[in-house]
């Protein structure tokens, strides 16, 4: 069994800064790419980041230059600082991986239970 638990959502004005941490735990031989992505309500879900485990991040045009995603491969962990917050950032941020159990086995698509986050004008 293997889970994603997300922490660091919350309140917060436009313009701060929120920091979401994101840590796999269970039966782990290796995680491939890990991300985040985000559900506004009445909108689908997008795109916010994402992070191989060998550095290479990819944004979502809407958060480039505010957020930055980052890993720990040691403890298998991916964190996301967002600066300069904007209410249209405001939704339910989920975490996801893909993450192999076993080395003869294929990778499973894992997601969090997400963490909220919300931005006042």
């Known amino acids: 069994q293997v ?5 660091g959502g919350g309140l ?4 701060g800064s929120l920091r979401l941490s994101c840590a796999a735990s269970g039966s782990i031989f290796r995680v491939n790419t890990m991300g985040w992505y985000r559900q506004a309500p009445g909108k689908q879900r997008e795109l916010v980041a994402t992070a191989t485990s060998g550095g290479t991040t ?10 930055t995603i ?10 996301l600082q967002m600066n300069s917050l904007k209410p249209e950032d405001t939704g339910l941020y989920y975490c996801q991986a893909y993450i192999l159990p076993s080395w003869f086995t294929s990778p499973s698509d894992v997601w969090g239970q997400g963490t909220q986050v919300t931005v006042s004008s």
Do not use: H, I, P
């Open 3 to 7: 889970e994603l638990v997300e922490s």
């Open 70 to 79: 980052s890993r720990d491969n040691a403890k298998n962990t991916v964190y």
């Open 58 to 67: 990819n944004y979502g045009d809407s958060v480039k230059g505010r957020f």
């Open 12 to 15: 917060v004005q436009a313009g």
